[in-house]
C-alpha cells in the first residue's frame, strides 16, 4: 500500500494513479484522511479538454473537489477539530486580505487556491491538506457521502439563498436537471418555494426532478430546421407560458430564473419568461458569449446577477438543510466506485450511463481505504 495514492490527470484523456508525498500541516492547517468524493463536471471537463476558459492545465494534477474526510492530523495553530473529526471539506482556500476577502465576497478572490483548478492538485488521494476553517463537522445523522455532496449543495444554496434571496411562496424555473439544477430546486422546496419548474430536454431527467423536487417539468419542442436560436426561444416563452399559465405579472408570474444548464436558447428563454421585476441568476456555464435580448432584460427590469461557486455561510446553511431533513442527498448518488475504479467512474459519468443502462446524476468514489457500500 502506498503512502498518498492520488488519482493524476497528466494530459488530455490521460490519468493514472500516482504516489504522492504524505503532506504536513502547517500552523492552521489540517490533514484530512479523504474517504468520499464526487465526480463533477469539471473535473471530467478538465480531463476530455484540458482547460476551462482561462484555466489550463500545464502540469500534472490531482483531480476531484467534492470531498469529505476524517481529520488525521492537526496544525499547532488549528483550532475546533481534533484528529478523528468527520468533515465536509470547502475546497477553496483565500487569500483572507484582498478588497473581496474582507467585504464578505471570498468567492471572488483573485488568489483563490481551489481544488483540481490548475495549477492546484485535487482531493482524489488519500490524505489533503486543507486550512482548518474550511472544514465543516458533520452532524452525527449525516454520512461521508453526505458530507461530499455539500459541496454542489453550496452551490445551490448560494445561487438560490444567497445570491437570488429567494423568499417563500415564490415561483422558480430551474433550466437544466443536472446535480446543481437538481440541488437547486431542493434548495428552493427546501426554502418554502411555492412552485418550482424543472426545464430539460431529456425526458428521463425531468422524471427524476419531478420525483425529487421539482412540482411540474417542463420538456422544450425541438429547433426548427433554419430557426434562428432566438426566434426558437420566442417560441419556447410562448410554449411555456401556454402550457404552464405563467403570466407576465401576480401570482402566477415567476419569481426567479435559475439556468443551471448554459445553453444559449435557456437563457433567452429565461430572460422571455421571468416576470416584471423579477430576478434571474445564472449558474450554468456555456459558451463564453452568448445572445441575450437585452432590451427585455431592461423594460422588464430584471435583477440579473452571476452565481460563482460558494460564499460565508453557504456550507453552514447547505449541512443544515440537510441535517434537519429538509433536503435528501441520497437519491442523488446513483453509481459508486471503489478508488481504484475511479478511471471507470470518470468514463461512466462521461457516457451519462452505466453499463447496466441506469442514468448518472452522481457519481461517488470512495477513498483508498473505504468499501464503495460504506457511506460512513
Known amino acids: 500500500m502506498s503512502d498518498n495514492p492520488s488519482f493524476v490527470l497528466r494530459k488530455i484523456e490521460e490519468v493514472v494513479f500516482e504516489d504522492r508525498p504524505v503532506p504536513e500541516p ?10 468520499k468524493t464526487g465526480i463533477c463536471g469539471s473535473d471530467v471537463h478538465y480531463l476530455v479538454h484540458g482547460r476551462i476558459g482561462d484555466f489550463v492545465v500545464e502540469n500534472p494534477m490531482v483531480l476531484g473537489h467534492e470531498s469529505a474526510g476524517i481529520i488525521h492530523k492537526v496544525g499547532p495553530k488549528a483550532r475546533n477539530l481534533k484528529v478523528g473529526d468527520r468533515v465536509a471539506m470547502e475546497p477553496g482556500a483565500t487569500c483572507r486580505t484582498c478588497d473581496d476577502c474582507k467585504r464578505g465576497r471570498y468567492e471572488l478572490c483573485p488568489d483563490m487556491v481551489f481544488a483540481a483548478t490548475p495549477p492546484y ?9 486543507i486550512p482548518a476553517d474550511l472544514c465543516y463537522k458533520l452532524p452525527a445523522n449525516l454520512t461521508l457521502e453526505d458530507g461530499a455532496m455539500m459541496e454542489p449543495l453550496s452551490v445551490g444554496v448560494h445561487s438560490v439563498a444567497n445570491i437570488s434571496q429567494l423568499r417563500a411562496n415564490q415561483s422558480v424555473v430551474v433550466f437544466g436537471a443536472g446535480p446543481v439544477g437538481l440541488l437547486c430546486m431542493a434548495v428552493a422546496r427546501a426554502l418554502g418555494a411555492s412552485r418550482v419548474i424543472a426545464v430539460d430536454i431529456v ?13 411540474d417539468a417542463y420538456l422544450p419542442p425541438k429547433m426548427n430546421e433554419g430557426e434562428t436560436r432566438q426566434a426558437y426561444s420566442e417560441r419556447n416563452a410562448t410554449a ?12 402566477n408570474g415567476i419569481d426567479l430564473i435559475v439556468e443551471a444548464s448554459g445553453a444559449e436558447v435557456s437563457i433567452q428563454t429565461g430572460i422571455l419568461i421571468v416576470k416584471q421585476g423579477g430576478s434571474y441568476v445564472q449558474v450554468g456555464m456555456g459558451a463564453a458569449n452568448v445572445n441575450i435580448p437585452i ?3 431592461l423594460t422588464k427590469e430584471v435583477n440579473f446577477r452571476g452565481s460563482f461557486r460558494y460564499g460565508p455561510g453557504d456550507y453552514q446553511l447547505a449541512i443544515a438543510l440537510v441535517a434537519q431533513g429538509k433536503i435528501d442527498l441520497k437519491p442523488l448518488v446513483t453509481h459508486r466506485f471503489p478508488f481504484d475504479k475511479a478511471a471507470e467512474a470518470f468514463q461512466t459519468t462521461r457516457d451519462g450511463k452505466s453499463p447496466d443502462g441506469k442514468t448518472v446524476i452522481k457519481a461517488v468514489i470512495s477513498g483508498p481505504d473505504v468499501s464503495p457500500d460504506d457511506l460512513m
Do not use: W
Open 295 to 297: 432590451t427585455t432584460l
Open 26 to 35: 502547517q500552523n492552521d492547517e489540517v490533514i484530512v484522511a479523504v474517504k
Open 203 to 215: 425526458p428521463s431527467r425531468l422524471e427524476f426532478a419531478k420525483n425529487y423536487a421539482a412540482t
Open 121 to 129: 492538485d485535487g482531493t482524489l488521494a488519500r490524505y489533503y491538506t
Open 240 to 251: 411555456m407560458r401556454e402550457q404552464l399559465g405563467i403570466e407576465e405579472r401576480g401570482p
